[in-house]
């Protein structure tokens, strides 16, 4: 990487190096084992111009997105969001029974069956056909697409403008900030309202949550540099809400730049405290690889030692950030011996460079292991419920960030 994609700055700082990592939803069936794996390196740069966080574009969304092994709906604390969401959004932006709702990346229709269930006109625009047919199957009307200014353009013909566009847990998957941004000014009315979540980089330095950094995530915002990445589309940012979502994320909604007005209190505040953090110089990164550095030597040390005790340890998930973290740290089946998850699709697969066998959570019961390393520890109030089962046989869960606590699951957390 030579240049900012935002601003096309030259000055790239490194954050943090985790070497090189297969793309982490390349998830691998059982007669690709022998096959050789490309592997990426995963590097990441912030522009001491712009201060957009970044790794090199080096692979593409179609080589990702074209078959997709997440589907949303898989996660209970996730369709609840959505649902909430879609309850807040209808009062807050007054969407009526003639109203028309446009999400980018709809995957399977988590969210927009929400609006279905109203009686609100909507389209999905998601790129992965497997999910898609999915949301189609669930009756969620859904184009097969990138993003793009042209695709934007062709669906307010086709539809007419959109008077909300939703762009979750996207705005950090295209390398092309620029032209996706005006994308979403293409399909938004002009009087229309747009509504991004996307992960708080304030939060992944604050609380080491390294692990969601992979190829494809290109970018990592603050509001700061979210302002400026919407300001590139014609867009320009009226409000911010901070979410606990993803371990701590930022709804940003934006409006066209011509009617926007002044931004509510909210973004000056969230501005101030990235200010204060440090993430406008560089003195706020500083740290941060060191403490990367030290999850992976403390669950390393955690895993090993509980291997020559003769403690079992499995993981529960198999989501993007684990393999990160699981690469990162160079963990294999000898260490943690397989991992589960509630999606049908990574059954009998295996995690991309680990290679670590999926199963079906009932494995977990069955085999009764002392510990469970959660990798999705943004769930972690979801999974703690949802597996306190452990404790049956004196089980123990192990979440790895922002630094490694081992809870003993009763009727409330316990760290040990």
Same mark, same amino acid.
């Given at each position: 990487m030579t240049r900012c994609r935002l601003c096309g700055s030259a000055t790239l700082a490194s954050v943090v190096d985790l070497g090189a990592t297969p793309p982490c939803e390349s998830f691998l069936a059982a007669d690709q084992l022998d096959r050789p794996e490309p592997a990426y390196p995963l590097h990441l740069r912030v522009c001491t111009d712009c201060w957009l966080a970044q790794i090199p574009p080096l692979i593409t969304p179609e080589e990702t997105f074209t078959e997709y092994a997440y =589907?949303?709906?898989?996660?209970?604390?996730?369709?609840e969001h959505a649902r909430t969401f879609v309850a807040d959004a209808v009062r807050r932006v007054g969407l009526?029974?003639?109203? =028309?709702?446009?999400e980018v990346a709809s995957n399977d229709g988590y969210l927009l069956k929400h609006v279905v269930d109203r009686g609100i006109r909507c389209l999905g625009i998601e790129p992965s056909e497997n999910v898609g047919a999915a949301a189609r199957d669930a009756g969620v009307? +859904? !184009? +097969?697409e990138f993003l793009s200014p042209d695709t934007g353009a062709a669906v307010r013909d086709e539809h007419g403008p959109a008077n909300l566009v939703v762009a979750n847990n996207v705005y950090a998957h295209i390398p092309d900030v620029v032209g996706f941004t005006r994308g979403l000014r293409a399909l938004v009315a002009d009087d229309g309202w747009v509504? #991004?979540?996307v992960q708080h980089l !304030?939060?992944? #330095?604050?609380e080491n949550q390294y692990d969601t950094i992979y190829h494809e995530h290109f970018q990592y915002y603050t509001v700061a540099s979210a302002i400026r990445a919407l300001?590139?589309?014609g867009l320009a940012l009226v409000d911010?809400?901070?979410l606990p979502t993803h371990g701590g994320s930022v709804r940003l909604w934006a409006r066209p730049a011509e009617v926007a007005g002044e931004p509510a209190r909210r973004v000056a505040d969230v501005l101030d405290r990235e200010k204060a953090a440090g993430l406008q110089e560089l003195s706020g990164y500083a740290e941060f690889s060191a403490r990367v550095a030290k999850v992976r030597r403390d669950l390393l040390k955690f895993l090993i030692e509980a291997a020559e005790r003769g403690e079992t340890v499995v993981g529960y998930g198999a989501p993007g950030k684990g393999n990160t973290l699981l690469n990162h740290c160079g963990i294999r089946p000898d260490l943690l011996a397989y991992t589960v998850d509630r999606n049908p699709y990574k059954h009998g697969r295996f995690t991309p460079g680990t290679r670590i066998p999926i199963l079906p959570p009932e494995r977990i019961a069955a085999d009764k292991p002392d510990y469970v390393l959660v990798l999705p520890w943004n769930l972690r109030a979801e999974l703690v419920e949802q597996l306190s089962y452990v404790h049956d046989w004196g089980g123990r869960l192990v979440f790895p960030i922002p630094e490694l606590s081992v809870v003993e699951v009763a009727s409330r957390e316990v760290t040990a």
């Open positions: =589907f949303s709906s898989y996660s209970t604390s996730w369709v009526g029974p003639d109203a =028309f709702v446009v009307p +859904t !184009l +097969t509504s #991004i979540e !304030l939060t992944l #330095i604050e300001a590139s589309g911010v809400e901070l």
